[in-house]
């Protein structure tokens, strides 16, 4: 009989496995030498399939934990490699890895409270400390920390979170209009297709972030015939990193009466700096704020919040059935978990989260921020010095854009394909000015200035002269 990961022999039965994984892990990230596998889509897809073999053997294979962890490490894209640097993906703290563990072991569901017990209450203290942390004041932090009114839900990231969004302001508002920049995520858009909304309504962004101006005479003309404006902003935009300017965009959702909804999935990190904290100022002013602690939080995927400044909002996502929130379980005390979420079963995310928050605190949390963001300036500031190459900006967060001097289009998709077949380096790409860009989104707080010149001699060298 197949042991089980939790019960009284849980942790005896995993504890040999865990050596088979770990040793698995380590002979995997060797074999494999680099941010990334080399040989490109195919070369990768044929040593997975020989490793694989028979996915549904006749029999059982007593190695094929072993051997497919080995497998799964070669042929992954390593995000704690310093010169894997292309997306916001972050690589995740051991304690927190370890934490999610423990999660997996004890695999509670957060659809009712006799699946969740322990795990209900620190969801509860969990998103109550995050909203705080959002709707306090924040060029003062640590002051105002439980908001009357604020909550958070966890989501699996800013996608979940922007169409929860968009969703609570059709419910609480009927038809809704979304107002929202040229460089807003993508999942915004998607969102109003699913909810059935209007196409949304574009502002110009023509520095990379929403123009206040033309924000003013867009909301001056809307909205239609039966609609409410729903104004979404971004604080940490996937190009370039930018943030747009908060407290004008805020002052104007006032002045026209339109609710403000801030995505700040990669910038909300920065509430746990003091020192970068004040770029988010105007935050605690938005309805609804995306927040992914997947990126600037260090958490194996995933780890998202919605937060909400009006607890009240939630209730859009009542819902009853009957053997997860009966209503005489309800009022006997057993707490209702089926609003919190669209989904039904949901995994502990907020273990690991709350493990994090325990061990590092604000302080080591912050560190980390501060020193992924003083990397990202490290770099610009090599680049802007490097006479082959051209910087677009000066980072507001941690990605870097950047391309050869003089270099054609076709020239920079081509470097970064060359070093992504070769597994040497996983930069991004990025079509800013009407130019393509590479992108260096710095989030290994363990990077060193050898890696960052590295990088950069490794696009030099692959750039034709």
Known sequence: MSPLASG?????????????????????????????????????????????????PEHGDEDA???????????????????????LHCPPLAVATAADLAASALNPSLDS?????????????????????????????????????GDALVTTGGTESNQLALLLAREL???????????????????????????????????????????????TRLPGPHSSLLVAATAGTTDAGLIDPLPAIADLCDTHGARLHIDAAYGGG???????????DGLARAHTVTLDLHKLGWQPIAAGLLAVQDKHDLAALAHRADYLNADDDTEAGLPDLLGRSLRTTRRPDTLKIAVTLKTLGRTGLGALVDQVCSHATEFAELIHEHPRFELYAPPIISTVLFRPTNATDTAVAAVRRTLLTQGRAVLGRARLDNRLWLKATLLNPHTGPGDLAALLKLVEGHTPR
């Open 8 to 56: 009284p022999q849980g942790p005896d039965t995993l504890r040999p496995l865990l050596t088979i994984v770990l040793d698995a892990l380590r002979d995997g990230t060797a074999a494999r030498g680099g941010p990334l596998p080399a040989g490109g889509p195919e070369a990768v897809a044929a040593r997975m399939r020989a490793a694989a073999g028979d996915i549904l």
């Open 65 to 87: 934990l072993r051997n497919l962890v080995h497998a799964f490490a070669a042929g992954a894209a390593d995000p704690a490699d310093p010169l894997c640097t292309a997306h």
């Open 113 to 149: 409270w006799d699946q969740a017990p322990a795990a209900s209450e620190l969801e509860t203290l969990v998103t109550a400390a995050l909203a705080a942390e959002v709707y306090a004041d924040t060029g003062r932090p640590h002051t105002n920390r439980t908001p009357a009114q």
């Open 173 to 219: 508002h009927g038809r809704v209009q979304l107002v929202c920049a040229a460089d807003a995520h993508h999942s915004l858009r998607r969102a109003t297709w699913l909810l059935g909304l209007p196409e949304p309504v574009t502002v110009p962004a023509p520095t990379g972030t929403m123009d206040p101006t033309a924000l003013d005479e867009t909301l």
């Open 270 to 280: 920065l509430l746990f700096s003091t020192h970068h904290r004040p770029k988010l």
